[in-house]
C-alpha cells in the first residue's frame, strides 16, 4: 500500500524544512524575525579539520579554502589565510583615517605620537610583527591596527600555520558562505554538496560541517527518512491486521482503494491551493489510513455471504454522517494562518470525503454481487457498562491532571525539533569560536535613509555598554563600529593637523628615537590627501572581501526606508533590554524563543477555536442527521470524554501539550466519532462489533508505531491517536449501546 501511494505521489512537490510548517507572522514583526533567521548566521557553514598534525591541518584548510573560492554556490570562504585577508587589509589602510575611532584632534600631538612611535618602534624589533614596514612609514600612529581589530571584532579564532585554528590548536577552522538564505534548503543542500567535493580530495584529514543550514538538512532528512519509514510500517502492520480479522487477502487489496483515493486527493488539493505539501503533511495524511480505512471494512465485517450493494446502501447514511462530520471538523482548520494546519486541514477534509464516495460508488464495482466473506467470529458478549461512565472518568482523569499534571502547554518551538540540544550547543561552540554572530535576538534600527540609520546606531552605542556592564547581555555587534556614518567619518577627516603641523609635532616626538629624519615622509605626504578625503560606504565594499563584514547587517524596508541589525550575544535579561529597547526612537527588540512561543501560543489558541467550531460544526450536523440534539449530544459524549480523558492523561505523564498533539486529538476525535456513530445504528451489533474491533486494532497498531518516531512532532500525533482511540474503543464499544439490540446477529 505504502509503495503504491508514494509511487502515485512520486511528482509531489514535498517541503521538509521543518521551519516551514511552524508558525511564521506575515506582520513587520514576522518580517523581522525572518530576516533574523536568514541573516549571516544562516547563511555560513563552519567547517572544522582535525586528525592531523597542525601543520597538515593548515595546509588542508588553505587547499579547501582554493577549491571554494571561485565556485558557486559559494559565496565567500574565510579561513585567517593572507590571499584574501590582505586584500581587504589594504583597502582598509587606504580608509584608516575614516575608520578608525582614535582619530581626533588629540591625536597628532606630540605627547601622543611620541607614545604611538614607541610603540612602532617595539613592533619593528618584534620578528613575530605581521605590519608591513612600509605601512609603519605611512601610518605611525598604528590608525590601520585599531581599524583591523574592529572588522575582526568577535573573531575569537586564532592564527596559526597562516589560517585560523581553534584555541585549542587542534582544529582548523573555514567559514563558508552561501547565496542562499537559511530557508532555501535546495542552495543549503548545494552549498554541502560543494563543501564535501572539495572535502573529498583531502587526505589524512578529518572534516565536520556545523552550522543552522547543516541542521535544517539534517532535519529535513530525518522527516523524509521517518515518513517513508512509518509508511512502510504502518503499511505492514495494517496487512497483517486485515489477514488475521478476514482469513484472505482480498480485502486488503480492496481496501486499498480509497485509501489511495483519500491521499492522492487530498495531497493534490493541498498541491494545487498552496504549490506544494509539507512532508510532515503527507506523513499526517498516510495516517489518514486510521479513518478511511474504517469505512471499507465496515462493509467487509457486515458482508457475510450477503449481497453487497444492499449492505453498501444500509451502511451509508452511517458512514455519511461518519464522514461528513470529520470532514466539516477538520475543514475549518483550512481557514487558519498557518500554513501547517491549513494543509492539514485541506488534507483530511478533502481525502475523508473522497474516501467515503469511493467506498459507496467505486468501491461495490470491486467486490462480486455476493461476497462469501466470513470474518473471523469473536468470543462473547460485551460487559455493559452505564452511559455516565466515560464523563466521570474524564473528569477523575482532568481533576488528576489539574493536581499532579506538569506544565499543561508546550510553547517553545525548540521541543518539536529532532536537533538535540548537544548539536546545537556543538554548532553554538564553533560560532563562537569563529565569531559567526548568534542568530537568538538582535535590535533593528530604522529610519529614512541609510545614513540616518547609521548616524542613529551610533548614538545608542553608550546605552548598549551600559546594557552590558550591568549585566544585561554579553555583547554586541555594532556594524558602525566598522562602519560609521558619513557624519562621523567626516568629523574625523577635519581633525587630521596641517602637514606642517603634524611635520613639527613628529620631529619633537621623534626626538632621541632611533629612526631616520626622512622615515615618516610619506606618513606627511598623504596626509594632504587624506583630510580632503571621502568618507566609506557600503556601495564602495561591494564585490570585495569586505562586504561579508556589512552586508548582513543593513537592508532595505518596504516603504523605502533603512533597516540596520544589531546582533545581541549573551541575553541574560530580556525584559530589561526589551525595555530600554521601547523607549528609543525606530528601535525594535527581537527575541527569535520570546517571538516563536508568542506565536506558537498565539496558533495554539487560533487552533483550540477552530477545534470548538468544529465540534460545534459536528454537533449541528449529527443534529440534523440524527434528528435530535438528544440523539447527537448522546453520541458526542463518548467522543468528547476519550478526548478530555487523553488530554489530561498526557499532562500527567509530563507530555506538555503542543500544536500537533491538538492536530492528533482532532484526528482521534473523528475516529472515536466514527466508532459512536456505528455503535448506535443498532442493525448487526456483532458485526459492528466485529468492525470496530478490526478498525481500532489497525489504528492504535499504526499510531502506536508514529509514537515510537524520533522526530516529536510525530511522536506527539501518533501517541495521542492511538491514546484517544485506546480511550474512546472502551467508551463506545462497552457504555454506548442502543437500547433493545442484540449482541448475537453476525460473526
Not at 541573516?39 to 593548515?58: D, I, K, N, Y
Not at 443498532?682 to 462489533?689: D, Q, V
Amino acid at each position: 500500500m505504502a509503495i503504491l501511494v508514494l509511487g502515485l505521489l512520486g511528482d509531489l512537490a514535498v517541503d521538509h524544512d521543518l521551519a516551514a510548517f511552524l508558525p511564521q507572522k506575515a506582520d513587520q514583526q514576522g518580517e523581522l524575525v525572518a530576516d533574523l533567521r536568514e541573516g549571516e548566521a544562516g547563511r555560513a557553514t563552519l567547517v572544522v579539520l582535525s586528525g592531523a598534525a597542525p601543520e597538515r591541518l593548515g595546509e588542508a584548510s588553505r587547499e579547501l579554502h582554493r577549491r571554494l573560492a571561485d565556485g558557486a554556490p559559494v559565496a565567500d570562504v574565510h579561513n585567517g589565510s593572507g590571499d584574501r585577508s590582505e586584500g581587504a587589509a589594504e583597502r582598509l589602510f587606504q580608509w584608516r583615517y575614516q575608520l578608525s575611532p582614535r582619530v581626533d584632534s588629540e591625536r597628532f600631538t606630540a605627547p601622543v605620537l611620541r607614545s604611538a612611535l614607541e610603540e612602532r618602534l617595539a613592533e619593528l624589533r618584534s620578528p613575530l610583527s605581521a605590519i608591513p614596514k612600509e605601512w609603519i612609514r605611512k601610518d605611525p600612529t598604528g590608525e590601520i591596527q585599531e581599524v583591523l581589530s574592529q572588522w575582526r571584532q568577535g573573531v575569537g579564532a586564532q592564527r596559526q600555520h597562516g589560517v585560523w585554528f581553534s584555541g585549542d590548536g587542534e582544529h582548523a577552522l573555514l567559514v563558508v558562505e552561501g547565496s542562499a538564505p537559511l530557508t532555501d534548503l535546495a542552495g543549503q543542500r548545494a552549498v554541502r554538496e560543494a563543501v564535501d567535493r572539495a572535502a573529498a580530495e583531502l587526505e589524512e584529514v578529518e572534516v565536520q560541517l556545523f552550522g543552522p543550514g547543516v541542521l535544517a538538512l539534517e532535519t529535513a532528512d530525518r522527516i523524509r527518512a521517518e515518513t517513508t519509514a512509518f509508511s512502510i510500517l504502518a503499511s505492514l502492520g495494517v496487512a497483517l491486521v486485515l489477514l488475521a480479522a478476514y482469513r484472505t487477502a482480498w480485502p486488503l487489496l480492496i481496501a486499498v482503494v480509497p485509501v489511495a483515493t483519500a491521499l492522492v486527493v487530498g495531497s493534490s488539493a493541498v498541491a494545487l491551493l498552496f504549490g506544494g505539501i509539507h512532508g510532515i503533511t503527507l506523513a499526517f495524511g498516510i495516517t489518514l489510513v486510521g479513518v478511511t480505512l474504517d469505512y471499507p471494512l465496515h462493509l467487509f465485517s457486515h458482508l457475510k455471504g450477503r449481497e453487497v450493494v444492499p449492505v453498501v446502501r444500509r451502511l451509508w447514511p452511517t458512514l455519511r454522517l461518519s464522514a461528513l462530520s470529520t470532514a466539516i471538523g477538520y475543514g475549518l482548520l483550512a481557514t487558519t494562518d498557518l500554513t501547517g494546519l491549513a494543509q492539514l486541514g485541506v488534507f483530511t477534509f478533502t481525502g475523508v470525503l473522497a474516501a467515503a464516495a469511493t467506498t459507496r460508488w467505486l468501491l461495490p464495482a470491486f467486490l462480486p454481487r455476493e461476497a462469501g466473506l466470513e470474518p473471523r467470529r469473536l468470543p462473547g458478549r460485551l460487559a455493559v457498562l452505564p452511559a455516565w461512565l466515560p464523563p466521570v472518568v474524564a473528569g477523575v482523569v482532568l481533576i488528576g491532571a489539574m493536581a499532579f499534571g506538569g506544565e499543561p502547554w508546550e510553547t517553545e518551538p525548540a521541543a518539536l525539533s529532532p536537533v538535540s540540544p548537544q548539536e546545537v550547543a556543538e554548532v553554538r561552540r564553533w560560532q563562537a569560536e569563529l565569531g559567526v554572530p548568534e542568530s537568538g535576538s538582535a535590535l533593528f534600527v530604522s529610519g529614512d535613509s541609510l545614513q540616518g540609520v547609521l548616524r542613529r546606531a551610533e548614538v545608542l552605542r553608550p546605552a548598549l555598554e551600559g546594557l552590558r556592564s550591568e549585566g544585561h547581555l554579553r555583547g554586541f555587534d555594532l556594524l558602525t563600529d566598522r562602519l560609521p556614518s558619513a557624519r562621523t567619518q567626516l568629523e574625523r577627516l577635519a581633525a587630521l593637523p596641517e602637514p606642517e603641523e603634524a611635520r613639527r609635532a613628529l620631529e619633537t616626538a621623534a626626538a632621541d628615537l632611533p629612526f631616520r629624519r626622512d622615515s615618516f615622509n610619506p606618513f606627511l605626504e598623504e596626509l594632504e590627501a587624506h583630510r580632503g578625503g571621502e568618507p566609506l560606504g557600503p556601495g564602495e565594499i561591494t564585490g570585495t572581501a569586505l562586504e561579508a563584514r556589512v552586508a548582513p547587517f543593513l537592508d532595505r524596508e518596504g516603504d523605502g526606508g533603512h533597516r540596520l541589525l544589531i546582533p545581541l550575544k549573551g541575553l541574560a535579561d530580556r525584559g530589561a533590554v526589551a525595555e530600554w529597547a521601547g523607549e528609543q526612537e525606530a528601535v525594535r527588540f527581537i527575541d527569535l524563543r520570546t517571538e516563536s512561543s508568542r506565536a506558537m501560543t498565539h496558533y495554539r489558541d487560533e487552533a483550540l477555536e477552530r477545534l470548538a467550531l468544529g465540534v460545534g460544526a459536528i454537533a449541528l450536523v449529527l443534529a440534523v442527521g440524527l434528528g435530535s440534539f438528544r440523539r447527537a449530544l448522546r453520541r458526542l459524549i463518548p467522543v468528547v470524554s476519550a478526548l478530555v480523558t487523553t488530554a489530561a492523561a498526557l499532562v500527567i505523564f509530563r507530555e506538555s501539550l503542543s500544536l500537533f498533539h491538538l492536530m492528533g486529538l482532532a484526528l482521534a476525535g473523528g475516529i472515536v466519532m466514527d466508532y459512536a456513530l456505528f455503535r448506535q445504528r443498532g442493525e448487526a451489533p456483532g458485526a459492528t462489533r466485529h468492525a470496530l474491533l478490526v478498525c481500532s486494532i489497525s489504528t492504535i497498531g499504526v499510531f502506536g508505531i508514529l509514537s515510537a518516531s524520533a522526530m516529536p512532532v510525530l511522536q506527539a500525533i501518533g501517541l495521542t491517536v492511538a491514546l484517544g482511540v485506546a480511550s474512546g474503543l472502551v467508551f463506545t464499544l462497552f457504555t454506548v449501546i442502543a437500547p433493545g439490540t442484540s449482541e448475537e446477529d453476525g460473526p
